[in-house]
């Protein structure tokens, strides 16, 4: 099983930038699908992002398509979240999550395993 940690929340204004990044650990890291997912109080949980094992194919959610970029370092063992022009509505808990499979899916049960969670919070 992969594990893994995220880190690099905080606070943005809006307009502004931040990466997020999920440190894995455990089993080959290049073998799965990785997502990112998040959690606006009072909401349920929603897709953000996902990317296949090899990086060639990324899928987004609508909210977030177009601003956020998914990314990943197999070398590292890393995953990133590039999140430009942050809205008020992207405050969060953001998630990273590892996938059964190697391939893409916003699809929750299509992931084994997640982390803790970064709190985005984007305030004037």
């Known amino acids: 099983q992969v594990t893994v940690v995220e880190y690099g929340g905080g606070l943005v204004q809006p307009g502004g930038s931040l990466r997020l990044s999920c440190a894995a650990s455990?089993?080959?890291?290049?073998?799965?699908?990785m997502g990112w997912f998040r959690q606006a109080p009072g909401k349920e949980r929603e897709f953000v992002a996902s990317i296949n094992w090899s990086a060639t194919r990324r899928e987004y959610g609508d909210a977030v398509k177009g601003r956020f970029a998914i990314s990943r370092d197999n070398t590292k063992d890393m995953l990133y979240l590039q999140m430009n022009d942050l809205r008020l509505e992207d405050t969060a808990v953001y998630y990273c999550?590892?996938?059964?499979?190697?391939?893409?899916?916003?699809?929750?049960?299509?992931?084994?395993?997640w982390g803790q969670g970064t709190q985005v919070n984007v305030s004037a």
């Open positions: 455990g089993r080959t890291f290049s073998d799965y699908g």
């Open positions: 999550a590892v996938g059964r499979y190697g391939a893409t899916s916003p699809q929750e049960n299509q992931y084994a395993s």
